[in-house]
């Protein structure tokens, strides 16, 4: 791959596993353009049975990546879900082999906007093809093929992951035995668009951006990034967690500033969010990733009807979703289960009880581990995994 | 949940009814102990709709398949015929529109098993008759304020209804006070019987 990595992308590579494909056959892009060759960063864990019957894919959020259950390259941060994968977890390695992808677009080793266009030997940056949510998991099934791993024992993901395992169950049934799309929707609704409307403009709208060009140019897009990052961190939290972790505490000082300095907690928090974002996340990619959620409507690829989507599906679903969320409210979710129940697929539904907001997915939720541990095991059941 | 607890009498008298193999749809399932049998003793591909979230939550940690939903409004999603059978257990007389559930269970189900408290048993009568106050009884245990029955009927109420409906009867089972199948005539099971499990098809 003709590729100047950056430093966290060597990191993450070093790290992970990867593969090069779309050699002989390139990935034909939702845009029409045929991509390849290209690289997918991923990360196992565990051992795939003789039978092949117990990979699990994960699928991860926007600005997550394959870093599921170990210390992350760039960070130093313990993995995004060690809550749920690791030894005597939900999901055990010893018991499962774990798959995670960084998806098309991403900034972790995986081909995005940070690669060289093979057809120019130049930076792809902004003439990198738009991607969908439907060509991320192209390339994850491609990554299947060349691993020789027939089918998956389950697919899941919150958030953005969940639109992913909606379009594996829909575009490849036969080999999603079973689905755990969480706190998600099956299309990102006119708000969602909005707030990342909001966050692409706040890059562009940064000086060091320099439409995109800005590793060409030595610069980087920092405060814009910042700002994207802090944007959407609110909607990833709750209104009842913000005010019962920062109130109007005042952070460092005893009186207001009658100044611009980050007077209040809740000030300090978002631009500490913000800083860290841009060390281990790219600009451009940061543009692509989020387009693909927006264009994500799962129903209108197939006839403006969702329950289309999952016809003759042989999948068993669990929808998850939690209260205080309301980036993909529970009524998003249950729009899927009600699709489900319309083409008489197998799904349970579980609405979790919390106050932490959308971020709930990622954090210590007995009830969800509950929830996922039944359904895991009743689906093992039924697949014949001891 | 074990796989091996035996379960409540009417609900084992409702598992009964059912073949093994087929496929299920049990509304109002609680904590899913007859789903949990259907699955394990009678290799049903069980399914379940409950309207306590916590009652959702108990049935997918123990591995069962089930949403939350309300019979009075989330049947319409599913297509025809899907299930072999629709189950609704000691739940009509709680539904807003018993008439439109009833012909939603038969519309997505090729079965429908019903379970009520018969409102003509003796105790009820005269309860209402000499005390002169809404009856409570063993089947019945609420006061008439906090009751989630609105919908409550006798034995013949159904038989009418299901006449009027132009729906087969194909069992009816009539119960004691502990669940015990009885056999009587007609006019003295709506007099005796506390509760009644009938099973319906489309005719």
Known sequence: MLDDLTDAEQKALAQCRHAVLGVERPLRLDCGVDLGPYRVAYQTYGTLNDAKSNAVLICHALTLDQFVADTHPVTGKEGWWVSLVGPGKVLDPARYFIICVNVLGGCMGTTGPLARDPATGQPWNLHFPVVTVADMVRAQAALLDHLRIPDLFCVLGGSMGGMQVLEWAASYPKRVFSAVPIACAARHSAQNIAFHEVGRQAIMADPEWKGGDYRLHGTAPARGLAVARMTAHITYLSEQALQRKFGRNLQDRNALGFGFDADFQVESYLRHQGSSFVDRFDANSYLYITRAMDYFDLAGAHGGVLASAFKGSPTRFCSISFTSDWLFPTRENRAIVHALNAAAANVSFVEVETDKGHDAFLLDEPEMFRTLSGFLKGAAAVRGLS | ?203
């Open chain 2, 1 to 203: 949940m074990s796989v091996s607890a035996p379960i409540r009498v009417d609900l084992q008298l409702i598992a009964d009814m059912v073949e093994p193999g087929g496929r299920a749809l049990d509304i109002g399932c609680g904590d899913g102990a007859l789903l949990a049998y259907l699955v394990n003793f009678k290799q049903v591909d069980a399914r379940g709709m409950e309207l306590s979230q916590t009652g959702v939550n108990a049935c997918v940690a123990n591995g069962l398949s089930v949403i939350q939903g309300d019979a009075d409004t989330d049947l319409g999603d599913y297509p025809d015929d899907a299930f072999d059978y629709v189950i609704l257990g000691q739940t009509l007389q709680a539904t807003r529109e018993p008439r439109r559930v009833l012909r939603q269970m038969l519309r997505v189900g090729k079965r429908a098993i019903v379970s009520f408290p018969n409102f003509a048993h003796w105790q009820v009568r005269l309860r209402l008759v000499f005390g002169g106050r809404m009856p409570e009884t063993p089947s019945l245990p609420f006061k008439w304020y906090d009751t989630p029955n609105i919908h409550l009927c006798s034995i013949d109420d159904f038989r009418a209804l299901c006449a009027d409906m132009g729906v087969r009867i194909e069992r009816a089972i009539v119960l004691d006070r502990n669940s015990r199948p009885i056999s009587l005539p007609p006019l003295l099971a709506n007099l005796l019987g506390e509760q009644a499990v009938f099973m319906l098809r489309r005719d």
